[in-house]
Structure formats: C-alpha cells, structure tokens
C-alpha cells in the first residue's frame, strides 16, 4: 500500500529556512493521478494546505505563505520536497506529507512530523 | 480564501447514539467538501469526499450530504473508536481550506 514519510530537522532557528522531504514507498512520484502536497498543523488548530507539486514539476502553494514555500521532486529516490523560507515561531507546526486526488480530497497522509522554530 | 465553520465545537455522546454534526461554507462550493477524521496524535484520515462519497475501508455508520454552502456529516451509531476531531476541507477553489472541526467525545 502507499506510504508516506516525512524526515527533516525537529528544530529550525528563526529567519533560517525549513527543508523537509516526504519519501514514497507503494506508489511512483511520475504518477500523474496523484498531487504530491504538504499540510501542516499548528498545535490545537485548525490544517493548513500549504502547496502541491505536480509529477511534472509545476507547484500551486498557499498564497498566505507570500512565496515563501519552494517544492521539488526527486524521481530518482521517489521522493519530493518542502522548503519553507524566513521562519518566524508562527510557523511551528505539525507538518505532513500527503496525496491529492484531482478534485482535491487528501487520501493518503504521512504520519507528521513536529517542526519547532525556535533560537 | 474561502472560509469554513463547523458547528458544534465539540459534543459528547453516547455509544450507539446518532451524532450528526454540520460544516457551513463562505459561498457556493457545489459538492467539493471532504470530511476527515484525526486521533489525537494521528494524521488525519479521509473518510468522505464530494460531500457524500464513502471511502474505501470506512465503515458504513458514516455518512455525509449537502450541497452549496450547508454541509454535515453524521455517525449512525457511534463507536467509542470514533473519538475524534472531524475535520471537513473545501476542494472547490485554490487554496483548499479547513474547518476548525468538531470534537466527539464519548459519554
């Protein structure tokens, strides 16, 4: 079955930038049915859909983010990834991996991983 | 950015009692909401989407309708394994937004 799972530092200094990568396992990254997207969650509140990238390379992301989120593939190790520019506390957060169908419902979810900015 | 309310915040029942709680959109957005349910400490699980469709693996006691902007989802028995926050989310329009979700708790 398709997995997801997200690695990448627990902790990023402010103003620094947040890297994260999903890796697939149980579906291929070229597989244009699925939009590889990142969500995250901030402690008690509510998700927010933070950007999508296509297996063609193409991204859509959160406006709110003001450009901030930058998204790759990496074909070669089935796997893709977030970074997250100029940090500030506010974006401390559960952040997870996950795919979207074309209508835009979310069926497969990485497990999360918990990213604190903080000096 | 389209806006998503759900009502209650959070309710208490019963195993076996029906529960049916409700997601109300900002404007007109067809049938393009899904229903998620998330354990505390888990990732969110899809159990609904466009509104009334069941996922694959979800147990029949789920069900979901409405159209437009009024929305709900309902458990026609419910199950102490239901705990949970429910979450619905708009796929209308970019960016796909989240309600702030219903807690159930079971009395």
């Known amino acids: 079955q398709v997995q997801l799972q997200e690695s990448g530092p627990g902790l990023v200094k402010p103003s620094q930038t947040l890297s994260l990568t999903c890796t697939v396992s149980?579906?291929?990254?070229?597989?244009?049915?699925?939009?590889w997207s990142w969500i995250r969650q901030p402690a008690g509140k509510r998700l927010e859909w933070l950007g999508r990238?296509?297996?063609?390379?193409?991204?859509n992301d959160n406006p709110s983010l003001k450009s901030r989120v930058t998204m790759s593939v990496d074909a070669s190790k089935n796997q893709y990834s977030l970074r997250l520019s100029a940090v500030t506390a506010a974006d401390t957060a559960v952040y997870y991996c996950?795919?979207?169908?074309?209508?835009?419902?979310?069926?497969?979810w990485g497990q999360g991983t918990l990213v604190t900015v903080s000096s | 950015d389209i806006l998503m309310t759900q009502s209650p915040s959070s309710l208490s029942a019963s195993v076996g009692d029906r529960v049916t709680f409700t997601c109300r959109a900002s404007?007109?957005?067809?049938?393009?909401v899904n229903w998620y349910q998330q354990r505390a400490g888990k990732a969110p699980r899809l159990l609904i989407y466009?509104?009334?469709t069941l996922q694959s693996g979800v147990p029949s006691r789920f069900s979901g309708s409405g159209s437009g902007t009024d929305f709900t989802l309902s458990i026609s028995s419910l199950q102490p394994e239901d705990l949970a926050t429910y979450y619905c989310?708009?796929?209308?329009?970019?960016?796909?937004?989240f309600g702030p979700g219903t807690t159930v708790d079971i009395k």
């Open positions: 996950a795919i979207e169908r074309g209508s835009g419902w979310v069926d497969h």
């Open positions: 149980g579906a291929s990254i070229d597989n244009i049915n699925f939009y």
């Open positions: 990238i296509y297996s063609s390379g193409s991204t």
């Open positions: 404007q007109n957005i067809g049938n393009y």
């Open positions: 466009a509104a009334s």
């Open positions: 989310q708009q796929s209308y329009s970019a960016p796909p937004t």
